[in-house]
């Protein structure tokens, strides 16, 4: 069993950045590949990045690409989701999710795909 636990949640202006993190345990964080989603009130949870297993390949949403980026430190069981140019709309709960690697497997980029959820973290960004 993998439990995850976010931080680093608050309000920021925008233009703003923020640092999540997500603490894995009873797991080595070496064999998980590792994503992060977020959701707001009445909309489904919607992805947002995801680093693999072995920390070769990262996909973002568009929606934060050049803004967002994903890094893994496995010495510390940690992943981390570096925010910069935060926008209102970026507000959300950010959830941290895990599954198990597979060599040689599409990159798992849908909420089915992932077996271990955190418990979430508030980020909200004011105009």
């Known amino acids: 069993q993998v439990q995850l636990v976010e931080s680093g949640g608050g309000l920021v202006q925008a233009g703003g950045s923020l640092r999540l993190s997500c603490a894995a345990s009873?797991?080595?964080?070496?064999?998980?590949?590792m994503a992060w989603f977020r959701q707001v009130p009445g909309k489904e949870r919607e992805f947002v990045t995801t680093?693999?297993?072995?920390?070769?390949?990262?996909y973002y949403a568009d929606s934060v690409k050049g803004r967002f980026t994903i890094s893994r430190d496995n010495a510390k069981n940690t992943v981390y989701l570096q925010m910069n140019s935060l926008k209102p709309e970026d507000t959300a709960v950010y959830y941290c999710a895990a599954v198990p690697g597979q060599p040689g497997t599409p990159v798992p980029l849908g909420t089915s795909h992932y077996d271990y959820w955190g418990q979430g973290t508030q980020v909200t960004v004011s105009s």
């Open positions: 009873g797991r080595s964080l070496s064999s998980l590949t």
């Open positions: 680093i693999t297993w072995s920390g070769v390949t990262t």
